[in-house]
C-alpha cells in the first residue's frame, strides 16, 4: 500500500511538470499537488524512520587521564561483568566503582604497553597481551609469562584468547598455546602451519574452531578436532584493487578475527570480510556503510551483527543497514549517521555527544552498553531510546 501510495504521488507531480497549465488553471490540481507533496514528504520521514528505527542510539561518556584514565591512547577494552578493563600506552587499566585502578610493571605487569585482554570466565582470571610479555591476573596477584621464562614464541603479544583450558596467544613471531591445566606449552609458525608470514596480530577461539589474523598473510584457521590448520588469503595477492568480488578474502593484511556462531568476521587495512564457511562477503566504503577500509578491530555481535573499528569512526552492521557514530571529521562535533546496506541513502541523526575520538581501536559489550577504545580516550556508550524517538525527542528540545 506504501509503495502504491508512493507511485501515485510521483505521477501525480510527474503529470504537473508536464503540463503546468494544469496548475495554472485548476485548482483541484493544485490540491492534488498539495496532497502528492505530503504524500511523498510523510512517505520520505518513515522511510528515514524505518531504517532508523533498529539502529542503537547512544549516550558517551569519555574518559581520559584526568579523571583516572592511565593512558589516552587506548588499545583495548574488555568487559568483566560490572568490572572495565582498559589496555592503554601507559598501563592497565580496571575501572570498578566510579573508579580507576592503574596496574604498571612496578604492580607485576610485564610491560606498560597493553595490547590485548582475556578472560577466563570459568576461573575469572584476566590474561593482558604486553609489548613485554603475557600477563595472567588472578585474584590480585599478577604472573607473566615470556621467551625466557615460558613457551611463549615471543614477549610482543598482539592478541590473546581463552577456550576452555587452553590460552591462545598472536604473537610477532606466530602463535603460542598454553595448556592451563599441565602448563605445557605449544607454538605454531612456518615450520608446522601454512603460515608464511609470522606475525600474528589477533585470535578468535571457539569451542569448535579458532582463528587467527595475520598480518600480511592472511587468515589462519585450526581445527579443533582434526588439529589441522588451513589458511585464507586474499585470490587478488597483495593488490590493493579489489579484482574479484566476493571471491575469497578483501586483504592479506589482517588486523582483526571475530567468530561467532560459527560465522567469520575479519578485519583488514583494506576492508572487511564476512565468511559463512563457504561464501566469503566484502565489505567497503564505496559498497558499504563502512566510514573508511582502514580497521583495526571487529568485534561480532552474532552471524549478522558486527561492530567495526575504523580510523574514521565505529561503525555498527545489523545485517540491512549501517550507522556510524563518531566526532565529524571537519567539524569535530558530535555525530551520527545511517545508511543501507550499500552504503546509500545517507540520513543524519542529532546528537549531542559521541565517542573520544574517530580513530577507534576496540569494542566490547555490556548488556546494551559499548565501551570503546579510542586513540584519545576510552568511550562508554550508554544505550538510549529508539533512535527515531530520541532524534524527535533532540529536536523537541531544541525549539
Known sequence: MTNAKFQLGCGILHQLRRHPERSRFSGGAKDLAR???????????????????????????????????????????????????????????????????????????????????????????????????????????????????????????????????YVWAATAAGASRLNTRTGQW?????????????????????????????????????????????????????????????????????????????????????????????????FLTKDSGLPSNFLSHVKAIDGNRAWFSTDKGLAYYDGTNWAVYRPALDTHKPEMFITDVNGNSKKQIPVQTAPAHNYILGVDVQGDDLWVATAKGLSHGIRQKNSVVAANELRSKRK
Open 35 to 165: 496532497t502528492a507533496f505530503r504524500t511523498l514528504l510523510v512517505l520520505t520521514l518513515l522511510a528515514v524512520s524505518s531504517l532508523a528505527q533498529d539502529m542503537p542510539m547512544f549516550r558517551w561518556q569519555n574518559f581520559t587521564t584526568a579523571n583516572g584514565l592511565p593512558d589516552n591512547h587506548v588499545f583495548c577494552v574488555l568487559v568483566d561483568g560490572n568490572r572495565i578493563w582498559a589496555g592503554t600506552e601507559n598501563g592497565l587499566g580496571l575501572y570498578e566503582g566510579g573508579a580507576w585502578k592503574v596496574f604498571r610493571p612496578a604492580d607485576g605487569l610485564a610491560h606498560q604497553a597493553v595490547l590485548s585482554l582475556a578472560l577466563d570466565h570459568r576461573t575469572g582470571d584476566l590474561w593482558v597481551g604486553t609489548m613485554g610479555g603475557l600477563s595472567r591476573v588472578s585474584a590480585g596477584r599478577i604472573d607473566t609469562f615470556t621467551q625466557l621464562n615460558s613457551g611463549l614464541s615471543n614477549d610482543i603479544v598482539y592478541g590473546v584468547g581463552v577456550q576452555a583450558d
Open 186 to 282: 605449544s607454538l605454531f609458525n612456518a615450520t608446522n602451519t601454512p603460515m608464511y608470514e609470522i606475525w600474528t596480530y589477533a585470535v578468535s577461539p571457539a569451542e569448535d574452531k579458532v582463528y587467527y589474523a595475520v598480518w600480511g598473510g592472511g587468515v589462519l584457521e585450526y581445527d579443533q578436532k582434526t588439529e589441522r590448520w588451513k589458511d585464507y588469503n586474499d585470490p587478488d595477492g597483495e593488490n590493493e584493487i579489489v579484482l574479484m568480488k566476493d571471491q575469497g578474502l578483501i586483504h592479506e593484511i589482517t588486523t582483526s578475527v571475530s567468530y561467532v556462531d560459527k560465522i567469520l568476521w575479519v578485519a583488514t587495512y583494506f576492508g572487511a570480510s564476512r565468511y559463512d564457511g563457504r561464501y566469503w562477503h566484502n
